[in-house]
């Protein structure tokens, strides 16, 4: 079946201006996540949606970022206002329930010139 | 504040050899552990894993061992193929204050398995 995709692939925006990443989840699932990866870092936890439940967005670095996820599918993440530190690549994963293994997307590399 | 380690940045062996893997945490509060597989320009995809009640799980040619008095824990390859060339990502598992399994990530271990 489809895995977790995201899109775009690659993103090339210039300081200041907003982006919007989208996810799409393996169908069925109900827990969505969001991280990122910094060049030479570990992957990065942002933001959990489980189901209908207010988003756990510990991870978000500022309130330049924020996220959706509508009708408990598809999410977007939305950097406002984005700075050079916003490059990375932002990876989407979900699962099943809580505790089950998370399918991970294959990215959006987004670099701020 | 680094809570999950890996200390190698990268490793080589030859094919057919044992790859050993290593990886260090620090928050006692971890309770399930797994390794992940990167390929260039793919997502992670997941390997293996071990909840903290056990020392060893084993899966085919993979193998993790926990040692959960020392904070460490390691992926055994054997025997190592050349497809097993790729980015293994220690992770740790914490549950969110609203449930969910918050996964910290280590920084990566690059394998490469030479013929």
């Known amino acids: 079946g489809a895995g977790v995709s995201q899109s775009p692939s690659n993103k090339v925006t210039e300081k200041g201006k907003d982006v919007e990443l989208r996810c799409d989840p393996i169908s069925g699932h109900t827990a969505l996540y969001w991280y990122r990866q910094s060049l030479g870092q570990g992957l990065e936890f942002l933001i959990y949606f489980q189901g209908n439940s207010a988003p756990d967005k510990s991870g978000l670095p500022s309130d330049r970022f924020s996220a959706e996820r509508t009708g408990g599918s598809v999410s977007t993440l939305t950097i406002q206002r984005t700075q050079q530190e916003d490059s990375a690549v932002y990876l989407c994963?979900?699962?099943?329930?809580?505790?089950?293994?998370?399918?991970f997307g294959p990215g959006t590399r987004l670099t701020v010139l | 504040d680094q809570q999950v380690k890996q200390n190698s940045p990268s490793l080589s062996v030859q094919e057919g050899r044992i790859s050993i893997l290593n990886c260090d945490y620090t928050n006692s509060m971890f309770d399930y552990f797994l390794w992940y597989k990167k390929y260039p320009a793919e997502g992670p995809t997941f390997l293996i894993s071990?909840?903290?009640?056990?020392d060893k799980n084993e899966d085919g040619r993979f193998t993790v061992f926990l040692n959960k008095s020392a904070k460490h824990l390691s992926l055994h390859i054997v025997p190592s193929q050349p497809g097993d060339s790729a980015v293994y990502f220690c992770?740790?598992?914490?549950?969110?204050?609203?449930?969910?399994?918050?996964?910290?990530f280590g920084t990566g271990t690059q394998l490469k398995v030479e013929l």
């Open positions: 992770a740790a598992s914490a549950i969110l204050t609203g449930g969910g399994n918050k996964l910290t």
């Open positions: 071990i909840s903290s009640i056990k």
């Open positions: 994963a979900s699962s099943k329930g809580v505790y089950n293994e998370q399918f």
